[in-house]
Each structure stands twice: as structure tokens, then as C-alpha cells.
């Protein structure tokens, strides 16, 4: 079922393309990284499937919501590792054991289905942890203009050791980012002569 945090993403920021640096961490993940550099050199606009857990994790979001962490990383907070989009999902790569921390974090925050109706599940959309076991596609270094956004970098790797949010960081932008989500859906009443108040920053 789809919902308004489906909608595409709109482009973040530019994103330069992936640093051959940038192509060896993110090989570096793989069973056999020689061959991933290989069929990058042969094919720079292929994207492949690649394991999480050890080199990075990854935590997907919808688009839209994605956006709003991406968001308060980068305006209010220490920044991010690299991310994509992906599908209609923003994909944020984090440090190796991320995704078996975040989701008790969250249900602490009451994301989970046992929380509040009144709390914010209303509001905030399931966010899936893929870390051990799990894989998941990467863009191609350099994204082609045939491909239709069906994978693509927002932020590129650059670097063989790019910094990793954990999942208190990841955290605190969920939670900033349900905050800004709340204020959104407040500015835009459907009735047009109703009186909205934003008491978002009243203590």
C-alpha cells in the first residue's frame, strides 16, 4: 500500500560520482571485491547486489521521510555516510551493527506496532534495518541518463574509510525528522479556515 511517504524523492543535493576510492570500500563488502572493481570497470553503470553487516549496514526509509533525516544530518547534526535512493526508499549507510541496535531504540522511541495510538506511529513510517544476512543493491559509480532513477547516489562514497552514522545519530535524525514531519502536516490543514496553531516549540 502506498502512502505520502512514497512519493519520489526530489533531488538532495548534487551527488559527484563515486571516487575510485569510493568503489573499493564499497567493493570491499563483497565475497570477491576484484571482480565487483572489474565489472565497474567494464560496466561503471551496472549496480550490484552486496552484503551488509561487515563493512557497513544500511537503513532504509521512504523517500520522502528519508529526506527529513537526510535533513537534520546535514543541517543540524554531524552530517552522513553515504546514501541512495533506491526505489522509491533512501537507503543511509551506517556502522556494522546498526541495524540490530536501531529497531530496539525505536521501539524505546514508541515506533513499534505495540505503541501508543497516540504516539508517533501515526506519523512516522516503518524504517527497515539490513545489516547481517541481509543484502542490498548499490547504484553504479556513474549513473546513466537511461537508467530512470531507479537507483541512484545522493551522497557518493569518496573515501576508502567514509565516516558511519550509528544508531543513536540515526536515531536522533528519526526522531527530528517525525518532529518536522508533525510540523508539515500542521501547516497544511484541509480546511482552509481553520485555525492552526504550531505549538512544536512551546515548553
Avoid at 117 to 137: E, F, I, K, S, W
Wanted: charged share 20%.
Amino acid at each position: 500500500m502506498s502512502s505520502a511517504w512514497d512519493a519520489p524523492d526530489p533531488d538532495h543535493r548534487d551527488a559527484a560520482g563515486v571516487t575510485t576510492d569510493g568503489a573499493a570500500w564499497l567493493a570491499s563488502a563483497g565475497t570477491y571485491p576484484r571482480s565487483t572493481l572489474a565489472l565497474w570497470e567494464e560496466r561503471p553503470h551496472a549496480p550490484v547486489v552486496l552484503p551488509c553487516g561487515s563493512v557497513f549496514d544500511v537503513v532504509s526509509a521512504p523517500a520522502m521521510f528519508g529526506r527529513l533525516m537526510l535533513d537534520r544530518l546535514w543541517d543540524e547534526g554531524p552530517g552522513s555516510g553515504p546514501v541512495a535512493a533506491f526505489r522509491g526508499r533512501m537507503l543511509l549507510f551506517a556502522a556494522p551493527g546498526t541495524a540490530q541496535r536501531l529497531p530496539s531504540l525505536l521501539d524505546w522511541e514508541e515506533w513499534s506496532a505495540d505503541g501508543r495510538r497516540d504516539g508517533r506511529t501515526g506519523t512516522v513510517p516503518p524504517l527497515l534495518c539490513h545489516g547481517n544476512g541481509d543484502a542490498v543493491t548499490v547504484p553504479a559509480p556513474l549513473t546513466s541518463e537511461d537508467s530512470g532513477g531507479v537507483a541512484r547516489w545522493v551522497t557518493a562514497p569518496d573515501t576508502r574509510h567514509p565516516w558511519l552514522p550509528g544508531p543513536e545519530i540515526l536515531l536522533w535524525a528519526a526522531v527530528r525528522a517525525a518532529r518536522a514531519a508533525v510540523r508539515i502536516s500542521i501547516s497544511h490543514a484541509s480546511d482552509p479556515d481553520a485555525k492552526v496553531y504550531d505549538v512544536s516549540r512551546r515548553r
